[in-house]
């Protein structure tokens, strides 16, 4: 049933135009949200308001147009045996609309309006954009001139505003500029005396270079955990235990980027944990992996630069900190001409692996990542939304078993979010 516009019902799949008078009442009956209204109420709200009771000719008024909706809305049950719009036996006659406010378009916007307000910002994506798409004409035009449609008219009008807002927000916080800026421009376009909204077009543009927050969140409550994935700096993650990737032979010489690129994880952990100090990070490495078997140990022949010592993909090496522990996990194998590869079947292995550490050795504690498996790794051609939802099908499944992580964190880099499908990814999460 469409309010938005003319009024129409569907009838056999095809939206049928109501009588002007006729979608007035509808509308006055639908706006008493399941309350009954009596005969004299209908006739002084939509023919004539006056004092006193309404004459026959004016009950009469009522009647047809109830009879019309009845055969319209209820043509299985006729009359007053219709169990939609109902008759309330009193002093006075009374009718009662009973429908399911989703079956009404202005009802279902407004429902998912309110349930975009806690919303993470990809769900709200969604669920705004539905709204929005059932706003296609003005609301309860055929009752506007009436006074007691003034009031809901200026609530739904609101609320569309309030949502338009909200929906730039939330393109702003997903990090999808070029969206934000294309539909915060049409906005404008309509409404150019809009002050405020021209205000959060250019708070928007001095943003653009600031690193959004969270991107998408789930609160599980069986198992209880929480999986947020966001953008930002995984090193700033101060209150968690970190996932860092290496291949097989945990090679970390970052000079001249021949071996390790200097701006990838691995680089940074050297960096910034260990202020550039190979030589401590290589001795840590040696200790966490003192007890791990190893595969193969190549010549210096074969392999001309790196470490020579090959561990089985899936090794965790636990790098202990004084807040935190560090979490390096061999998911790739380094070639001897120094190309890392790894599959898919690899990479799921190493999450199990990653999953038994923690529980081992993170003591509940939240756990950051990066999204493994998205740079020089040579994975299989798969986007970074199937990545992402590699790591949480299996973290969701592992927390299931047992609980060992209160929240994962997925950090992207500001850059990735533009290359990644979030509301996919959303979905996705809300389907787990």
Same mark, same amino acid.
């Given at each position: ?195 405020? %909204? +021209? &205000? /959060?077009?250019?708070?928007?543009? @001095?943003?653009?270079? $600031?690193?959004? #927050?969270?991107?998408?969140?789930? =609160? ?123 599959? %898919? +079947? &690899? /990479?799921?292995?190493?999450?199990? @692996?990653?999953?038994? $550490?923690?529980? #081992?050795?993170?003591?509940?504690? =939240? ?66």
């Amino acid at each position: 049933m469409r309010l938005f516009g003319r009024t129409t019902i569907e009838l056999d799949g095809v939206a049928t135009p109501l009588p002007p008078t006729t979608a007035t009442v509808l509308i006055r009956l639908l706006l008493a949200a399941g309350e009954p209204l009596t005969v004299d109420e209908l006739f002084r709200d939509v023919w004539a308001p006056r004092s006193g009771p309404v004459d026959r000719p004016g009950k009469i008024f009522v009647q047809k147009r109830i009879l019309e909706l009845r055969k319209l809305l209820d043509p299985l049950r006729p009359g007053e045996r219709s169990e939609i719009l109902r008759t309330e036996r009193g002093r006075t006659s009374a009718y009662r609309l009973v429908i399911d406010p989703d079956q009404v378009d202005v009802f279902r916007f407004r429902r998912l309006v309110h349930g975009s307000h806690h919303a993470d910002p990809a769900t709200a994506i969604d669920t705004l954009t539905d709204a929005l798409a059932l706003w296609s004409g003005r609301p309860l035009f055929d009752a506007e001139s009436f006074p007691f449609a003034r009031r809901t008219i200026e609530q739904l009008r609101e609320a569309r505003e309030a949502a338009e807002r909200a929906l730039l927000h939330a393109y702003r916080d997903v990090g999808m500029w070029d969206r934000a800026f294309e539909f915060g421009q049409g906005l404008l376009a309509e409404r150019p005396d809009d002050a405020a %909204l +021209a &205000e /959060l077009m250019d708070r928007i543009r @001095r943003e653009a270079q $600031a690193l959004p #927050r969270n991107v998408v969140q789930r =609160v599980f409550t069986s198992p209880r955990t929480t999986v947020r994935i966001l953008t930002g700096d995984l090193f700033g993650q101060e209150d968690a235990h970190l996932v860092v990737g290496f291949s097989d032979t945990f090679d970390t010489s970052t000079t001249g980027d021949i071996v390790i690129n200097s701006d990838s994880v691995q680089g940074q952990l050297l960096r910034r944990e260990y202020g550039g100090d190979r030589a401590w990070l290589d001795r840590e490495l040696r200790r966490a992996l003192a007890d791990a078997p190893k595969v193969d140990t190549e010549t210096r022949a074969a392999k001309r630069r790196g470490k020579l010592i090959r561990y089985p993909v899936g090794t965790v090496a636990v790098l202990r900190q004084p807040r935190r522990r560090i979490f390096g996990v061999a998911y790739s194998r380094m070639g001897n001409d120094l190309v890392a590869e790894s599959s %898919l +079947a &690899e /990479l799921r292995v190493s999450l199990d @692996r990653v999953w038994d $550490a923690a529980e #081992r050795h993170g003591q509940l504690g =939240v756990l950051a990542m990066p999204l493994i498996g998205s740079g020089l790794s040579r994975l299989p051609p798969v986007g970074r939304e199937e990545l992402i939802k590699i790591i949480l099908r299996s973290y969701v499944d592992r927390s299931r078993q047992r609980l060992f992580c209160p929240e994962l964190r997925i950090v992207l880099r500001p850059a990735d979010v533009s290359q990644v499908d979030i509301l996919d990814v959303a979905a996705f999460l809300r389907q787990l």
